[in-house]
């Protein structure tokens, strides 16, 4: 109690992060994805051949593709329990393990094998990210949060990209899920030189869900659709009007890396209200300069104007409703959103399939903008009020019992 009658407040953070950049060992965090990643690159490089190398065809390309994103949301709906219950140092170590573990069990000789190497991937990967952005965010000040996921988002497409261009040149996928398995558990050194913080007060409470994230997870949801509508169809569209259609979808992923891994502080530096607002209104304009691009070289710069509008809006979305919420909930927030985002992008792939096979892949791009416009909508009624860095250290009054 100070000599005014008043108590500090608690922390927004577990404990108190020093220094204007905040603990350099949230690179550590950064580079645990980056490795767990670019087993997931290579995996995805080299799975249709390794299920076709088992005597299997397509159908089961798929149901091995799949599993992996269906057991990741599970994942990611059990990270946010787990990380409020024993701390997100250990959730990232659990997550770490099982990515690693998943990796190395695609050396499987069997298709049943490989189908669990799968599943132990995608639940490594839910607790793994969730994990990390928890981490990260204990390890930055308040005004450096957006800075830090967007350094994530760029450790994350780094070691996918990496993997996806490594895969193919390794004799197959039982060799490189050895390989890319070892990569990923030497991640575990790394996480033993994270701090420890200490447990929340109430270890294991909570629901699996935030409910406080609800109608935020919803709003990251709609606003992915113009991702669902480039990484699922921007080849198609551009294949089908100007050849050449990777190129779209490489501009996206250079874009991203560039932007959240060198810009990811402009969301710490705008107001959230004014900074989703102009996200919104850039990514569906992204999204109709692409459809009406008479040209690849037009296109290409819808895309790049695609990236930019959609590198705001999780970071902000995040970052307010923990503030809004508590961060002694900043586990079940992360993973509530994050299976928000995968469960939305699972669904509107399968919808925009359906409605390119019937009018077109134009069309997928029309009905993302509209659901941009409509993740706009559902937006208005969240507090997006952001808690200051002086929040830390202001006082409330002692409870008189």
Known sequence: MTADGTTPAPSPTAAPVTGRRGDPRVLFVVLSLTFAFVGFGATLALLPERVRELGHGDLWIGVAAGLFPACAIAGRLVSGRLIDGVGARTALAWGVSLTAAGSMLLAAPSLAGLLVARAVQGVGDGILYTAAAAVALELVPLDRRGQALGWLSAGLWTGMSAGAAAGPWFPGLPTAGLVFGSVTATALVLVTRLPRRPRPASPGGGGWLEP??????????????????????????????????????????????????????????????????????????????????????????????????????????????????????????????????????????????????????????????????????????????????????????????
């Open 212 to 401: 406080g994230a609800v109608r935020p997870a919803v709003v990251i949801g709609l606003t992915n659709a113009g991702y669902a509508a480039i990484t699922g169809f921007a080849v198609v569209l551009a294949d089908d009007r100007y050849g050449n259609g990777n190129w779209l979808l490489t501009t996206f992923g250079i874009t991203l890396l560039v932007v959240r891994g060198a810009l990811g502080f402009l969301s710490d530096r705008v107001r959230p209200r004014r900074g989703l607002n102009v996200a919104h209104a850039v990514l569906a304009t992204g999204l109709l300069v692409v459809i009406a691009s008479p040209t690849l070289w037009l296109a290409i710069v819808g895309v790049v104007i695609c990236a930019l509008g959609h590198s705001m809006p999780w970071p902000i979305l995040v970052t307010t409703t923990i503030d809004r919420v508590g961060d002694d909930r900043r586990g079940a927030i992360i993973g509530t959103m994050s299976a928000g985002f995968d469960i939305t992008v699972a669904v509107l792939l399968v919808c925009f399939g359906v409605l390119s096979s019937g009018l077109g892949p134009a069309s997928v791009f029309v009905a993302a903008a509209a659901l941009v416009a409509t993740a706009h909508v559902v937006s208005r009624p969240i507090d997006l009020a952001r808690r200051s860095p002086d929040d830390a250290t202001t006082t409330v009054p002692a409870r008189q019992d």
